[in-house]
């Protein structure tokens, strides 16, 4: 059997065969051109920076079953984040498009809504709920090759890991940390960008066909699948952030106050300078300081030279107000979650045991085995049908077809013979 690799040769996207199990060995032969060579090639590379270009390009990605998909991000440059560039590939093209100088997007959202349209995508849960936060799109029909490589049990799970693996190419990373809403965009930039989505194709087909080798390629779609209905939990999603700080909710009320009125006071100034508020001061830092004595020499010390203590009295004064702040607490309700029986403690434990060492033995990331989420939530419901086990929140198809009767068997086990009594259909 052989792998049908894209080689990005003078002629645009040129297929070149050879056997599966030495996925780089044409590159290597004599007569091979050296891999500097094909990063790109002449493959056509388009930028695309107005509502025009995009509907012109659009049109050519509305015919593709299968294009590669990755964004870039200014988060560690604004107060409230936002997608600063994207890059798509097809088999023919690549494309990098710039959002910021264009009003409508429209013609590519319906293309990422488009089930008939594989989306190959590397990491993309930040992606996913960009999209959902910048554009309220969704991404439908998804493979992302990090939960392919790991359903492959690959010992490097990075793009970068796996572009080497495959292609033998050493991805220059010197700009994973750059201000991507910054312009103009030089072409080390856009070949940077370009690069992330340049490869995926390619990949995406070398991992399909190990995947359906050992017939997980199912797995790896309903994984990817699962993973396009994560949502937003950065800046905004949450009511109360301050109350996630490690620590928050064993603080004194007086104390909860003063953390609330330093986080307020952060964000205020993070958003008029439009910077991410950990330059202003870093979470870690808030409890300490609201734990500390107001104008103390250890108060002074742990603001520092900070944004935030640059105006101190006027700290000072949001913390002596917060002690008169009856702004209310609560958290959100929690969604119920089914009480642990009798046995619970007993069949997790067994559960665990079988799992750890599974993981162990066959140095495999436990992701593709069962969570301990998914532990928990099989030791509370005790299973003892295939059809039991299916109807668990979680769990998914292809562990069951996998696991069935091993679960089932381990807590078969660990039941005493009065627990498994109940009627079973």
């Given at each position: 059997?052989?792998?049908?690799?894209?080689?990005?040769?003078?002629?645009?996207?040129?297929?070149?065969?050879?056997?599966?199990?030495?996925?780089?060995?044409?590159?290597?032969?004599?007569?091979?051109?050296?891999?500097?060579k094909y990063m790109f090639g002449q493959k056509p590379f388009f930028t695309v920076e107005s509502n025009t270009h995009l509907q012109e390009i659009a049109q050519h990605i509305q015919s593709q079953k299968i294009i590669a998909v990755d964004l870039e991000a200014n988060s560690l440059f604004?107060?409230?984040?936002?997608?600063?560039?994207?890059?798509?590939?097809?088999?023919?093209?690549?494309?990098?498009?710039?959002?910021?100088?264009?009003?409508?997007?429209?013609?590519?959202?319906?293309?990422?809504?488009?089930?008939?349209?594989?989306?190959?995508?590397?990491?993309?849960?930040?992606?996913?709920?960009?999209?959902?936060?910048?554009?309220?799109?969704?991404?439908?029909?998804?493979?992302?090759?990090?939960?392919?490589?790991?359903?492959?049990?690959?010992?490097?799970?990075?793009?970068?890991?796996?572009?080497?693996?495959?292609?033998?190419?050493?991805?220059?990373?010197?700009?994973?940390?750059?201000?991507?809403?910054?312009?103009?965009?030089?072409?080390?930039?856009?070949?940077?960008?370009?690069?992330?989505?340049?490869?995926?194709?390619?990949?995406?087909?070398?991992?399909?066909?190990?995947?359906?080798?050992?017939?997980?390629?199912?797995?790896?779609?309903?994984?990817?699948?699962?993973?396009?209905?994560?949502?937003?939990?950065?800046?905004?999603?949450?009511?109360?952030?301050?109350?996630?700080?490690?620590?928050?909710?064993?603080?004194?009320?007086?104390?909860?106050?003063?953390?609330?009125?330093?986080?307020?006071?952060?964000?205020?100034?993070?958003?008029?300078?439009?910077?991410?508020?950990?330059?202003?001061?870093?979470?870690?830092?808030?409890?300490?300081?609201?734990?500390?004595?107001?104008?103390?020499?250890?108060?002074?010390?742990?603001?520092?030279?900070?944004?935030?203590?640059?105006?101190?009295?006027?700290?000072?004064?949001?913390?002596?107000?917060?002690?008169?702040?009856?702004?209310?607490?609560?958290?959100?309700?929690?969604?119920?979650?089914?009480?642990?029986?009798?046995?619970?403690?007993?069949?997790?434990?067994?559960?665990?045991?079988?799992?750890?060492?599974?993981?162990?033995?066959?140095?495999?990331?436990?992701?593709?085995?069962?969570?301990?989420?998914?532990?928990?939530?099989?030791?509370?419901a005790i299973p003892l049908t295939e059809n039991e086990l299916r109807d668990i929140e979680g769990i998914r198809r292809w562990q069951c077809a996998l696991y069935t009767d091993v679960v089932l068997n381990i807590v078969d086990e660990a039941l005493p013979k009065k627990a498994k009594k109940?009627?079973?259909?």
């Amino acid at each position: 059997m052989e792998v049908k690799l894209i080689l990005l040769s003078k002629n645009g996207a040129d297929y070149k065969s050879f056997p599966r199990n030495n996925p780089i060995a044409a590159l290597q032969s004599p007569n091979s051109h050296s891999l500097e060579k094909y990063m790109f090639g002449q493959k056509p590379f388009f930028t695309v920076e107005s509502n025009t270009h995009l509907q012109e390009i659009a049109q050519h990605i509305q015919s593709q079953k299968i294009i590669a998909v990755d964004l870039e991000a200014n988060s560690l440059f604004a107060y409230k984040e936002r997608i600063s560039l994207i890059q798509i590939s097809t088999y023919d093209n690549d494309y990098v498009i710039d959002p910021l100088g264009i009003d409508n997007m429209e013609p590519l959202l319906c293309v990422l809504r488009n089930p008939n349209i594989r989306k190959v995508m590397h990491g993309s849960d930040f992606d996913i709920v960009s999209f959902k936060r910048d554009y309220n799109t969704g991404i439908v029909n998804l493979f992302d090759t990090l939960i392919a490589a790991r359903f492959l049990r690959y010992s490097g799970l990075g793009l970068a890991a796996l572009i080497a693996k495959h292609f033998g190419y050493t991805i220059d990373k010197k700009y994973q940390k750059h201000n991507w809403a910054k312009r103009p965009l030089l072409q080390e930039h856009l070949d940077y960008a370009r690069g992330d989505t340049h490869w995926l194709l390619a990949l995406y087909d070398i991992m399909t066909l190990q995947l359906k080798t050992i017939s997980l390629f199912g797995a790896a779609l309903e994984e990817s699948a699962i993973l396009t209905h994560k949502e937003w939990n950065g800046k905004g999603a949450h009511p109360h952030p301050y109350m996630r700080l490690k620590g928050f909710r064993s603080l004194p009320q007086e104390e909860k106050k003063r953390v609330r009125a330093i986080w307020e006071y952060r964000e205020v100034i993070a958003e008029r300078r439009d910077v991410p508020s950990f330059r202003i001061f870093s979470n870690h830092s808030i409890l300490p300081l609201a734990t500390t004595e107001s104008g103390s020499s250890i108060f002074t010390k742990i603001l520092g030279n900070s944004p935030l203590g640059r105006d101190k009295a006027l700290l000072l004064e949001k913390l002596e107000a917060a002690s008169v702040d009856e702004r209310s607490f609560s958290l959100p309700i929690k969604e119920h979650r089914p009480q642990s029986g009798p046995y619970t403690d007993k069949v997790l434990s067994a559960l665990r045991t079988w799992r750890n060492h599974k993981v162990e033995h066959e140095n495999i990331d436990p992701v593709i085995v069962f969570s301990n989420d998914q532990l928990k939530a099989i030791a509370r419901a005790i299973p003892l049908t295939e059809n039991e086990l299916r109807d668990i929140e979680g769990i998914r198809r292809w562990q069951c077809a996998l696991y069935t009767d091993v679960v089932l068997n381990i807590v078969d086990e660990a039941l005493p013979k009065k627990a498994k009594k109940r009627t079973v259909t």
